[in-house]
C-alpha cells in the first residue's frame, strides 16, 4: 500500500496535535510537522489553506481536513483505505484538548 503525502500543520505541546501525531505513529506514516507556533508563516499558510484559524489542520494527499482530532485523522484514513486497521495503542490519547482547555477543578465553598 502507498503511503500517503501528509503535512501537519501542529502546535508544538497541544493535547489535539499530540493525538493527530499518535495516531501518525501509530500507522507508521511519514509526515511533515508544521510548527505553527514557532513557524508565523505555517500557520499563514494553514489558514490559507484551510480557510480558517482553528488547529490542528492535517493534509493528506491534497485534501484538507480542518480543525481536526487523532481520532477523526485515523477516521478518515481507514475510510478511505489509505491504511490498514491495526490493533496498536496509539501512545498519547488522540481526542483530548490542549492543557489550558481542561475543565479545571473547582472548590466548592459551603456558607453556614
Not at 25 to 38: A, H, M, Q
Amino acid at each position: 500500500m502507498e503511503k500517503p503525502k501528509i503535512i501537519a500543520y501542529l502546535k508544538p505541546s497541544c493535547g489535539w496535535s499530540q493525538g493527530v501525531r499518535a495516531v501518525l505513529r501509530k500507522y507508521d506514516l511519514p509526515y511533515e510537522d508544521r510548527d505553527i507556533i514557532n513557524d508565523p508563516v505555517q500557520r499563514q499558510e494553514m489558514i490559507e489553506r484551510s480557510g480558517q484559524m482553528l488547529s490542528p489542520c492535517v493534509e493528506v494527499n491534497g485534501r484538507m481536513l480542518p480543525d481536526i482530532s487523532g481520532e477523526e485523522v485515523e477516521a478518515f484514513l481507514l475510510a478511505q483505505g489509505l491504511v490498514n486497521p491495526n490493533e496498536k495503542t496509539p501512545d498519547a490519547p488522540t481526542n483530548q484538548p490542549c492543557a489550558h482547555e481542561m475543565p479545571q477543578p473547582s472548590t466548592l465553598n459551603f456558607r453556614r
